[in-house]
């Protein structure tokens, strides 16, 4: 069966940290670009970051640009989000995505939703003090 499965969210204070996981388990990201995305209560689903299939290549939000990382691993199958500086405002269930790369239609990253062949669960992300 082919899955994503996020974890690593929780409920932390303004300012502070959390990593966020995604393993992928019945294909390899070896060959899919990836991306996160969130949404909150009454907001659209938004793109936060993508990464390339070698995750040599990544895009930000301008709203995490500098405080968020993505990066991939390869050999754990493994995407992850190192979200710093967090505030209330980033609270969302946060989602992470795959897309093969011959379906990016020759870009090596997007952050376009419909653009993705598979999608995790979420994990909430909650911002508060």
Excluded at 30 to 41: L, N, S, T
Excluded at 75 to 84: D, E, F, P, S
Excluded at 90 to 111: K, P, R
Aim: aromatic share 12%; proline share 2%.
């Amino acid at each position: 069966q082919l899955q994503l499965v996020e974890s690593g969210g929780g409920l932390v204070q303004p300012g502070g940290s959390l990593r966020l996981s995604c393993v992928a388990s019945g294909f390899s990201l070896d060959f899919y670009a990836i991306g996160w995305f969130r949404q909150a209560p009454g907001k659209e689903r938004e793109a936060v970051s993508c990464a390339s299939s070698s995750g040599d290549n990544t895009n930000y939000a301008d709203s995490v640009k500098g405080r968020f990382t993505i990066s991939k691993d390869n050999a754990k199958n493994t995407v992850y989000l190192q979200m710093n500086s967090l505030k209330p405002e980033d609270t969302a269930v946060y989602y992470c995505a795959a897309v093969a790369n011959w379906n990016l239609g020759g870009q090596i990253w997007t952050m376009s939703a419909d653009k993705y062949d598979y999608w995790g669960q979420g994990t909430q992300v909650t911002v508060a003090s």
